[in-house]
């Protein structure tokens, strides 16, 4: 299968301002590229920005949508989680800025698996007052072009809880299509919600860019 035979680029990841490939390798864990699209500008993530990130997970509103609400995981584990992310070279984590330089949050692949080329998506917008304006769309936009036609992953796939409607719209605009349910994967306030799983491949995340 061709597929198989293509250098992975995370084993060999591209320099900075290129989509292309390097043979210099950069240390696991770093992305070293920007990815430039409408209205949004996805750069390498600082270590430094780890306060920013929790900051943004320990905001109710947003907070509430991650799961991470009424129980909120203690501070030092989320923290450490994040340092882990970051030096972990199945992850790729990247800080989204608007165009104008403004940092709003945060997106990722995880779990990038070689043999399978496939990662799992996660997106924070983390300034609310930046939701619904269509930032969270261009950095998954400009993500899934990166997914597919530099690290020549097949699959993006993520997860969303059912209530989370706002970011189902998003995906499903990105092209995201619905593959199963996992029942009362979360209990908050006396109930338990349902849990989507949804994914994007190539070739169709191909065909959408081509036909504009
Ligand atoms: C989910 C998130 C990444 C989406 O980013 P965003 O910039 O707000 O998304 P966009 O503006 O590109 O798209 C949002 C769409 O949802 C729509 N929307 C908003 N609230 C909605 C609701 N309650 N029901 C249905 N659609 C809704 C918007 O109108 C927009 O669709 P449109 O462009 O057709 O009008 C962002 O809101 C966020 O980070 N939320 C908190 C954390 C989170 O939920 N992360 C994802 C966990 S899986």
């Known amino acids: 299968m061709p ?24 240390p696991a864990g770093q992305v070293a590229t920007s990815l430039v699209g409408e209205s949004t500008r996805l750069r ?4 430094s920005e780890i306060p920013i990130l929790l900051s943004w997970m320990r905001d109710p509103q947003v907070g509430y949508y ?16 994040l340092e882990e992310s970051l030096a972990d070279p199945r992850v790729q984590l990247f800080a989204i800025e608007t165009r104008e330089g403004r940092l709003i ?19 924070v917008i983390g300034e ?37 409607q706002r970011a189902v719209r998003c ?17 908050r306030d006396g109930r338990f919600y349902d849990e989507v799983s949804m994914a994007i491949q190539k070739r169709q995340f191909l065909a959408q860019e081509q036909s504009g």
């Open 3 to 26: 597929l198989l035979r293509t250098p992975r680029p995370w084993l060999r990841r591209p320099q900075a301002g290129s989509a292309g490939e390097s043979s210099a390798p950069v």
């Open 44 to 47: 390498p993530l600082r270590s």
């Open 66 to 81: 991650l799961g991470r609400l009424p129980f909120p995981i203690p501070w030092d584990v989320e923290a450490r989680w």
């Open 105 to 123: 949050g945060n997106i990722g692949l995880h779990h990038l698996d070689p043999a399978a080329a496939q990662g799992e998506l996660s997106i």
């Open 128 to 164: 609310v007052d930046h939701w619904d304006r269509g930032y969270g769309s261009d950095a998954i936009r400009s993500l899934l072009r990166y997914a597919f036609e530099s690290l020549n992953l097949e699959r993006v796939h993520l997860r969303v809880y059912e209530f989370n």
């Open 171 to 187: 995906y499903e605009k990105c092209g995201f299509q619905r593959e199963g349910t996992t029942r009362a994967a979360l209990y």
